[in-house]
Nanobody, 123 residues
Framework: QVQLVESGGGLVQAGGSLRLSCAAS????????MGWFRQAPGKEREFVAA????????YFANSVKGRFTISRDNAKNLVYLQMNSLKPEDTAVYYC????????????????WGQGTQVTVSS
């Protein structure tokens, strides 16, 4: 089992940057694919980015491609989401997710979730 805790959210102006962190518990962190999702008020949770267990492959939603990067440090049980050139439409609660199977853009296919961290981008 994996427990996830996100941090790093906050209020930023459009065009600014934030780096989210997700700290994972458990000795098997390095065997899990990790993902970031977000959910804006009144909207469904949507895929943002994912990274394979080894870090060799990354995946991004079209809406964030070229602006966001995802990385992980398996020695520290951490995964990061670097968000640059932020837009007001990036405002949402951002969730970290983990799963030992192949990554998926569908939230229901991920086994473990953090509690979320709020990101607000002002115009």
């Amino acid at each position: 089992q994996v427990q996830l805790v996100e941090s790093g959210g906050g209020l930023v102006q459009a065009g600014g940057s934030l780096r989210l962190s997700c700290a994972a518990s458990g000795r098997t962190f390095s065997s899990y694919n990790m993902g970031w999702f977000r959910q804006a008020p009144g909207k469904e949770r949507e895929f943002v980015a994912a990274i394979t267990w080894s870090g060799s492959s990354t995946y991004f939603a079209n809406s964030v491609k070229g602006r966001f990067t995802i990385s992980r440090d398996n020695a520290k049980n951490l995964v990061y989401l670097q968000m640059n050139s932020l837009k007001p439409e990036d405002t949402a609660v951002y969730y970290c997710a983990a799963d030992p199977k192949r990554y998926s853009v569908l939230p229901n296919n991920w086994d473990y979730w953090g509690q979320g961290t709020q990101v607000t981008v002002s115009s």
